[in-house]
Nanobody, 130 residues
């Protein structure tokens, strides 16, 4: 069982930056593809970014490409999301998620679908004021 704990959320003005972190415990971190998702009030949870076990490749939603950067440190069991040039529409609860690389003997590929992620954090709120 993997536990994920996010941190780093807060209130920031438009154009500002925040760095989110997610600390993982209870599993072998390098056996998971890690992702970030977000959910705004009244909306579905949406994919933001993901990173493979080795740090490459990385994947981004079009809405954040060029502004957000995902990274991981397998020695520290952490994954981070650097968010620059923040916009009011980035306001949401941000979640860290882990997808195991294998299901039995079958390799699992990158997915933007929340159903394909096995473990979730409790979320950290990001609010961007205009």
């Amino acid at each position: 069982q993997v536990q994920l704990v996010e941190s780093g959320g807060g209130l920031v003005q438009a154009g500002g930056s925040l760095r989110l972190s997610c600390a993982a415990s209870g599993g072998t971190f390098s056996q998971y593809r890690m992702g970030w998702f977000r959910q705004a009030p009244g909306k579905e949870r949406e994919f933001i970014a993901a990173i493979n076990w080795s740090g490459q490749p990385t994947y981004y939603a079009d809405s954040v490409k060029g502004r957000f950067t995902i990274s991981r440190d397998n020695a520290k069991n952490t994954v981070s999301l650097q968010m620059n040039s923040l916009k009011p529409e980035d306001t949401a609860n941000y979640f860290c998620a882990a997808q195991s690389l294998q299901s039995g003997s079958t390799w699992r590929f990158f997915s933007r679908n929340t159903r394909d992620y096995d473990y979730w954090g409790q979320g950290t709120q990001v609010t961007v004021s205009s």
